[in-house]
């Protein structure tokens, strides 16, 4: 597959050279790739309405994470970060 989104093979290799952890980690982007990009990396992804956003709203399942743009995007990484669960031994 080739190495662009929704495939995770950038992140994945950002994340083994930088040491993250993309399991606690968030993709914030304004089309329905950048949230597909996140579940794919094992990540979260917050759909913001600016940009494409608005344009693509209608192709997100229901249960995505939607921010009306980056600051709310941010304000929910605030509140969701450290109540995130990650499975011991991962």
Known sequence: MH?????????RQAAQDHGIDLR??????????DVALATNAGSQGIYVLTGHGK???????????VATGI???VELIW???DNR??????
Do not use: C, W
């Not at 606690?24 to 790739?33: L, Q």
């Open 3 to 11: 190495p662009t989104q929704p495939n995770p093979y950038f992140l």
């Open 85 to 90: 669960e990650i499975e011991k031994g991962q």
């Open 71 to 73: 600051g709310e995007a």
């Open 55 to 65: 344009k693509h709203r209608e192709l997100m399942p229901k249960e995505a994470l």
């Open 79 to 81: 509140r969701l970060g």
């Open 24 to 33: 606690r980690s968030f993709v914030i982007g304004d089309h329905p790739h």
